[in-house]
């Protein structure tokens, strides 16, 4: 009964979509760009035949929409939106992907699937342009307050709120992208892993057990700036050796625990001369685990560590909590599911945490069951044009996701999804 | 036979120098600025009555000439320019003892002292404005070639070579100040010693031995900038990290020796935001010790510790050098009257090297004999408003320095200086 999937026309859409939306420097859909808007029309016309109705949602996510004989619906999604230079396969892979699966349950089924089955390309995953990402995932779960977000800018100056407005989105109404959340009884997405893990063990897919929780901090040490060339070396309150101990006294406590990360991506001199003993040092620090304890033991340590080290160099320190979120675990269930489809497709299932944060996340945490699949990525390479995935890895992909959401169907058709 | 010098009128002309020069933020002396020139021209005031005659040399240097019974001349000089929002101390404390020790001789030999006596005010000296320090000096000693410089822009964009010319300097010309070497026997400077070494030992005056040679360089770490979620501790090749080691090791390397010092000052990290491991970081080094063997010494294996750090981190080292000068040590034996002067008037003298350079780098760099003598700064603090130096630190200071120009000058009369 069942008409697979073909991956090579994935492939064949997601090269497509590059030639339209990309240049020499890579992948240019920057969320609420005229590109942007180019390429979700050439996504409307890749909908032409199918026996779908489509609409944008209040805070501009795209719906498509395959009813099916029961309303509770499997929910399929990415983002074709991507960072400025970015690369071909981050986002549109899970758009493409789900939209294959959703010709070939529509194939398959002559046009009405038992359960009801929503393709959805959320607006604005990447945030590249206003710095808030899941934006229309966030809307839809609810957790989107738009008083800290309207008057964002961008590079440009234009605000985020003008910037809906000429994608007509009113910016009062995006809340009501929440309505979406109706009859949804389940979440799968596809997506290049940006990491080096599975290239590292030689597999071509994952079962992404969840988002990992960050920490975000900006950490500032205060010492005392003083003349380079008069100030012996015994009186110094050099703030840049407090920061630079601190530098590498992330690295043990992240590495006590397996899956965990802890950077330092960010250090600032103040003067910042070459002949002043710097007398203040800007530094962020952002943790991530999945295991929200780990990740509360691992921030105490930091804190505790810059203390000391303050301490140790005549310097105060200051912490301000850039941003955070909890870890959001992926529904177990789903994870089983996921599992099987990845050993029946690859044979072999590797389980791992996302480092990075997804559209999947927001979903997780609206309450609806979740999970991920990666593919991996050559080099760990994401967010700019070199970012690629071997065919056969992606042909892999592309089947392992059909057979998850066959899997899914089953089990939300069955009821057992709540 | 030896009329005192008065050092309350020192102190009074530095508070009619601040008066006039000065804001709420400090001392606004800067080079070629109108400030600057209203303080040479309240300086020009001050030599009324006096039997001296005054010019100003090709590179702006402006010279108060006492002639004497011999044309052999002993050099006292210093420099009214400040930094923006400077101290009241820095530079102008040595014109005026200067111009104290001037009157003294002029009052004490009745205009007709048995050497010339010459005081200078060095222009330029801070290079705060166009980035040349020594400007003045440097002119003076030949050392100075404008081609580098001539292009020079401050903040606003005005040129140097415009700058001057405002200030009727002419750029082609300012080598002809070299003429003012002619006859210089001696050249001696008060100046605040702008560091704590002195107040931590509870001492108002100190010998200084010289100034410190500089290694000054621009030294880049290259690793792989990465995903801060996505990418496991283990496989990161954080530039940062290379850095930061390298922050720590080089004071081990400077404490090894007891006047050096080795700095920091500067890290940027690239790209340089909270979520991404850094790609590359630029840092400066700079190394200062009075012995050019211990300073290369310091050098190398500072580049050897730098190289170790890059690979042990998987990220390659770049070394570029910005600047350096060699060690400048001064005259023997005008340390030894220096030494004198100061254990005559305060009872006990201290030596020191000076880790700043000083207009007296360049004169001794000409091959004239130079000295310094270096009162002490409270807090160790310059080049801001809260510079400061106890009075009876001062008057010492004027004291000790009458006495040092008179053995000098005894020095140079009896036709010992060469």
Known sequence: MCVPVNPLRVISDLKELRALTGDTKGAQRLAWSAVWLEAREWFQGKLKGLPAEHHYDAAGSSWTTLRGESERALLLGSHLDSVPNGG???GCLGVLAGLEVLRSAAEDFHGSPPVTIRLVDWADEEGARFGRSLFGSSAFAGSHTIEADRGRTDRDGVRLED????????????????????????????????GPVLEARGLPLGVVLGTKGVERHAITFH????????????????????????????????????????????????PGIVTAVVGRCETTLDMRDLDAGVLAEMLAEARAASERFAKEEGCSVEWSRIWSIEPIPFDSR???????????????????????????????????PTVMMFTQS???????????????????????????ARKTMRWVGDGVAS
Chains 1, 2 share one sequence.
């Open 88 to 90: 071909w396969l981050d």
């Open 163 to 194: 910037a809906l407005r000429s994608c007509e989105i009113d910016v009062e109404r995006i809340g009501d992208a929440g309505a979406e959340r109706k009859n949804a009884a389940a979440y799968l997405e596809l997506h290049i892993e940006q």
């Open 378 to 404: 050559l080099g760990g390479l994401s967010h700019n044009k070199a970012e690629d995935t071997k065919v056969e890895d992606l042909t892999l992909a592309v089947e392992a996701f059909e057979r998850l």
């Open 223 to 270: 010492g005392q700036e003083a003349h380079s060339g008069s100030t012996p070396m015994a009186v110094r309150r050099d703030a840049l050796a407090a920061a630079a101990k601190l530098a590498l006294e992330i690295r043990p406590i992240a590495r006590k625990h397996s899956d965990a990360v802890a950077t330092m991506g960010s250090v600032k001199t103040f």
């Open 334 to 368: 789903l994870i089983g599911f996921c599992e099987e489809a990845v050993r029946e497709t690859a044979g072999v299932a590797h389980r791992l945490p996302s480092g990075p944060l997804h559209d999947a996340a927001e979903v997780a945490r609206a309450g609806i």
